[in-house]
């Protein structure tokens, strides 16, 4: 009836425990991918898409100029569109580790400087031409760090 | 500026090849957990679960009772809220590997027969009680696999 999928089910004593904002950030900035939400057409979306975060706090992530986040980041104007990103490094086998949820405004990057230094250091995943960049302002930073007792 | 976190950016060539459904349904079946993606009030929300593959297709998650997603599936009826799943495997060095997501409207699993069979191979992350879950029909079914070249 069930797909085995050969991993052991997460047994054993184990808690989650909240994480604060300044944690869950610094979690987040450990890692460099994620995934990006938002709603189009009032369906939810999901994109894994590589990150930075910079000195303001911010989250910038590159995208290539036919995703839709770009075209909804355009039409909204101010104050943005709303979009959760989320990243975590979770074991495949004991289901231990942590996840992050930021959610906040989505604005694209307008400034040719700024887009040229996020170019350097957000590198495509595929062959896609990616000139487009969105910074997301954390709003709301929640985490959870999942342990063994 | 920018934060370094220690990973080397994801050079080289490489491509994304798209996956049909039929694999990236095995795919997402490989792997014990993905993140559950839904709107509650205008906002999009992600939370990581793990999974199963049942044999119609469907992919069942378990969730706690306070989860916003019980509530939300509850207040749907028929035919369900619209919601995204989202699995991957993605190196962390060379972001190489996939991801897939499915799109489809997800119902709660009400026969008591089948909760008790999921919660024998869904094992809640937490100490919370997962006396729930839902089942998502896979509606819409993309996946990409990066290569290098």
Redesign the interface.
């Known amino acids: 009836?069930?797909?085995d999928?050969?991993?052991p089910?997460?047994?054993g004593p184990?808690?989650?425990i909240e994480l604060d904002s300044v944690e869950a950030l610094r979690l987040l900035?450990?890692?460099?991918?994620g995934?990006i939400?938002?709603?189009q057409h009032?369906?939810?979306?999901?994109?894994?898409v590589?990150h930075?975060?910079?000195?303001s706090g911010d989250i910038v992530i590159r995208i290539h100029d036919g995703a839709a986040l770009t075209s909804r980041t355009r039409q909204a104007g101010a104050p943005g569109v709303?979009?959760?990103y989320?990243a975590?490094a979770?074991d495949?086998q004991t289901?231990l580790g942590w996840?992050v949820?930021v959610?906040g405004y989505a604005h694209p990057v307008t400034d040719t400087d700024e887009l040229a230094?996020?170019a350097t250091?957000?590198?495509?995943?595929?062959?896609?031409t990616m000139d487009h960049a969105v910074r997301i302002r954390p709003d709301l930073v929640t985490g959870?760090r999942?342990t063994a007792v």
Chains 1, 2 share one sequence.
């Open positions: 009836m069930l797909h999928n050969g991993l089910a997460a047994a184990r808690r989650s900035g450990s890692v460099s991918f995934r939400v938002f709603t009032a369906l939810p979306m999901i994109r894994p590589n930075v975060l910079v000195d709303v979009v959760a989320e975590d979770i495949p289901h996840s949820v959610t230094r996020y250091v957000l590198r495509p995943w595929s062959q896609q959870v999942l």
